[in-house]
């Protein structure tokens, strides 16, 4: 994502510290093999999963966006997100 974004190492490490603070570190017990395009995402959902999110937020209009949800896990744009009240 650093690369994607082109930040700074300073800013890479600020976000870092900022998601530390406000994010739930959990480990899925298991990955479940529900996109196979893109076994990455897979993570997403398990780590929502084991983290009771409300909601997951993504810009992945090919794989995570078209499920709409997860597990009674809504998933959403960025900028559905962002209009919410």
């Known amino acids: 994502m650093k690369e994607k974004l082109k930040w700074s190492d300073a800013e890479w490490i600020k976000l870092n510290e900022w998601i530390l603070v406000y994010a739930e ?5 298991e990955i479940p093999q529900i996109i196979r395009e893109d076994p990455a995402d897979n993570h997403i959902l398990a780590c929502a999963d084991a983290g009771e999110a409300d909601i997951i937020v993504s810009g992945d209009t090919k794989h995570l966006l078209p499920l709409e949800s997860w597990k009674d896990i809504p998933v959403i744009s960025v900028a559905r997100f962002l209009s919410l009240p």
């Open 25 to 29: 570190l959990v480990e899925p017990n």
